[in-house]
């Protein structure tokens, strides 16, 4: 498939990486132009403008963005919406929120233009190697990405959820989960810190991963996070909510749902930009494993 990818940041690179590796043909644009000058010598093509981008895209179009929520994402629908005609279609693969993918699909099926919208899981890792993808959308318009994401995606990963939105919101809820396991496996090693024993917290992590109730991806990542930095001391314990917690915990109040253990692991993240703990080194340290979000480096 021939594709245009709006935003070269740590995913939607390594999500052109994967796209190129499996055959498919992808004209990469990103605000920045080293960005687009790095990819064009992995041998995909670039773009310097929309403009540009769109108008080396076949009829229908298809173009997939990976820009940051809110404000990001307008201005790229702004200037692009008019540059498309009938029948082209949007991927949002970023993490805006619902209502607003489902205000926008609204808006571009007027024009007679299609949005999908895709919650990616699995990192930056995952977007290079095969991730977990939740699809929003019509029925039509995901049977016309379905050879294109069961070639991005990691075997069963891949569902189609819903309508326009529902993509969005699954991931949305997925993110609420994480953030409370994240948090909890933040709090354990906290304990083992305070104990009154001499823990060796990644020979402690090593074991949780093989064979254990609590083993996983993030189980993983802790231990690699601990063999980087046994004590996490290059790192405060400062932890930055990028959005998609604070939504579930709101949408749980609107449903009037019961969330205590998402609630209080937002709570604490807000609190860890207040004050250090260890249990917000080690979820700041599984941030940045797995999703390369910045630390707030330990000058002490």
Not at 32 to 61: C, M, N, W, Y
Not at 104 to 129: N, P, Q, Y
Not at 148 to 163: N, R, S, T
Not at 231 to 252: C, D, N, T, Y
Request: aromatic share 6%; net charge negative; glycine share 12%.
């Amino acid at each position: 498939m021939k594709i245009g990818l709006v935003g070269l940041g740590k995913m939607g690179y390594a999500l052109a990486l994967n796209m190129h590796q499996k055959g498919h043909q992808v004209i990469g644009y990103n605000r920045s132009r080293d960005k687009v000058d790095a990819i064009k010598k992995e041998g995909i093509t670039g773009a310097f403008s929309l403009e540009d981008l769109v108008k080396q895209l076949d009829k229908p179009r298809v173009l997939w963005m990976m820009v940051p929520a809110g404000d990001p994402v307008e201005e790229v629908l702004r200037i692009l919406a008019p540059l498309l005609d009938e029948g082209d279609m949007i991927i949002d693969g970023g993490n805006s929120n619902y209502k607003d993918t489902l205000r926008r699909a609204a808006a571009l099926e007027e024009l007679g233009i299609s949005m999908v919208d895709i919650g990616t899981s699995g990192g930056i890792e995952g977007a290079r190697k095969g991730a977990c993808m939740m699809v929003g959308g019509s029925n039509d318009d995901y049977h016309r990405l379905e050879s294109l994401l069961q070639d991005l995606c990691i075997e069963d990963g891949l569902a189609h959820v819903g309508p326009a939105g529902a993509g969005h919101y699954v991931k949305m809820i997925h993110n609420g989960i994480e953030y409370g396991m994240m948090q909890a496996i933040g709090e354990g090693f906290e304990i083992l810190k305070e104990s009154p024993f001499e823990v060796d917290y990644g020979k402690v992590a090593q074991v949780w991963r093989h064979g254990s109730v609590i083993r996983g991806w993030l189980m993983d990542l802790t231990h690699k996070a601990f063999v980087e930095d046994p004590e996490l001391s290059s790192i405060k314990g400062v932890v930055h909510a990028s959005g998609e917690g604070l939504w579930s915990v709101q949408e749980a109040l609107e449903l009037s749902v019961p969330v205590p253990v998402m609630s209080a692991s937002l709570f604490t993240r807000y609190r860890s930009q207040q004050q250090d703990t260890f249990s917000g080194k080690v979820v700041a340290g599984l941030r940045n494993q797995f999703g390369g979000h910045a630390t707030v480096k330990d000058e002490s």
